[in-house]
């Protein structure tokens, strides 16, 4: 099962990546990954996340690889 979550994080990179290493060590059968966006976008499986006018939207996302 996934589960997705956006957090806005104030406290720079390095404390950031502090946090991820902590929460992905509290248990052995949950790990954490991330993704940081660009250009105020993000991908995640097969979706691309954007923000316009503090609303975040969503569409499928396929690489430029992709065959169909």
Do not use: A, C, P
């Amino acid at each position: 099962m996934w589960m997705v979550f956006f957090v806005k994080w104030r406290n720079g990179r390095e404390k950031l990546d502090e946090f991820l290493s902590h929460i992905s060590n509290l248990s052995k059968h949950i790990k954490f990954t991330m993704g940081i966006e660009k250009y105020i976008q993000l991908t995640f499986l097969d979706f691309l996340f954007s923000k316009k006018n503090g609303k975040l939207g969503f569409q499928v996302y396929r690489k430029k690889t992709h065959t169909d």
